[in-house]
């Protein structure tokens, strides 16, 4: 783990290679897994004020899930999440060209919410561990992202770099770039 101003930042982070490929996963990761998307407290807030505009582009079975139960869920360990259709898809993906999409992002990009996505959506592969004091950040390794891996080594891009703007999303661009530089450091130690 790499100290970074508040943060641990595991190696993995530097190390792996990644770049979404979503025309060959098809969005996996927003319809497998055992919980939906982890949420922070403001990012509830934020899907209940928003939740009309992202509706125009859920399924009818994701806007049944929310209005029957909410925003938001909760998993095995008690953390919030996003609610699950069926116990597998979130409830706010949508299906076009048979590849699964996020409805919070499409409001997003058609101008009718400031809100892109869950920061955790976001920054996926990297998974956030919340301690006292500290994030420690982690690579999720998940099968759905081995083509991931494939392009990312592909295309020589770490994974720091592919996920460069929700990291500044997440902790500032000054932190990013003494992630960045603390990395460099690293990379040229003999």
Same mark, same amino acid.
């Given at each position: 783990?790499?100290?970074?101003?508040?943060?641990? *930042?595991?190696?993995?982070?530097?190390?792996?290679?990644?770049? %979404?490929?979503?025309?060959?996963?098809?969005?996996? %990761?927003?319809?497998?897994?055992?919980?939906?998307?982890? !949420?922070?407290?403001?990012?509830?807030?934020?899907?209940?004020?928003? !939740?009309?505009?992202?509706?125009?582009?859920?399924?009818?079975?994701?806007?049944?899930? *929310?209005?029957?139960?909410?925003?938001?869920?909760?998993?095995?360990?008690?953390?919030?999440? @996003?609610?699950?259709?069926?116990?597998? $898809? &979130?409830?706010?993906?949508?299906?076009?060209?048979?590849?699964?999409?996020?409805?919070?992002?499409?409001?997003?990009?058609?101008?009718?919410?400031?809100?892109?996505?869950?920061?955790? &959506?976001?920054?996926?592969?990297?998974?956030?561990?919340?301690?006292?004091?500290?994030?420690?950040?982690?690579?999720?390794?998940?099968? *759905? %992202?081995?083509?991931?891996?494939?392009?990312?080594?592909?295309?020589?891009?770490?994974?720091?770099?592919?996920?460069?703007?929700?990291?500044?999303?997440?902790?500032?661009?000054?932190?990013?770039? $003494?992630?960045?530089? @603390?990395?460099?450091?690293?990379?040229?130690?003999?």
């Amino acid at each position: 783990m790499i100290p970074v101003g508040a943060t641990l *930042v595991s190696d993995d982070v530097r190390d792996i290679h990644f770049s %979404c490929d979503i025309a060959r996963c098809k969005g996996a %990761c927003c319809v497998a897994g055992d919980a939906g998307a982890p !949420l922070d407290l403001e990012e509830i807030e934020i899907l209940q004020e928003n !939740l009309e505009e992202f509706m125009h582009f859920m399924t009818p079975q994701g806007i049944e899930v *929310v209005n029957e139960g909410g925003v938001f869920d909760y998993d095995l360990s008690g953390k919030y999440v @996003t609610p699950l259709v069926n116990g597998c $898809e &979130c409830a706010f993906a949508f299906f076009t060209g048979g590849m699964a999409r996020c409805a919070i992002e499409k409001a997003w990009e058609q101008g009718k919410s400031l809100f892109r996505k869950p920061v955790s &959506c976001h920054l996926y592969p990297i998974r956030i561990s919340q301690y006292n004091g500290f994030d420690a950040l982690n690579y999720h390794k998940w099968s *759905v %992202c081995h083509k991931a891996l494939v392009k990312g080594k592909n295309e020589n891009m770490p994974l720091f770099r592919f996920l460069r703007e929700p990291l500044i999303r997440r902790y500032s661009e000054e932190w990013y770039h $003494e992630l960045a530089n @603390t990395f460099l450091e690293i990379n040229n130690k003999p």
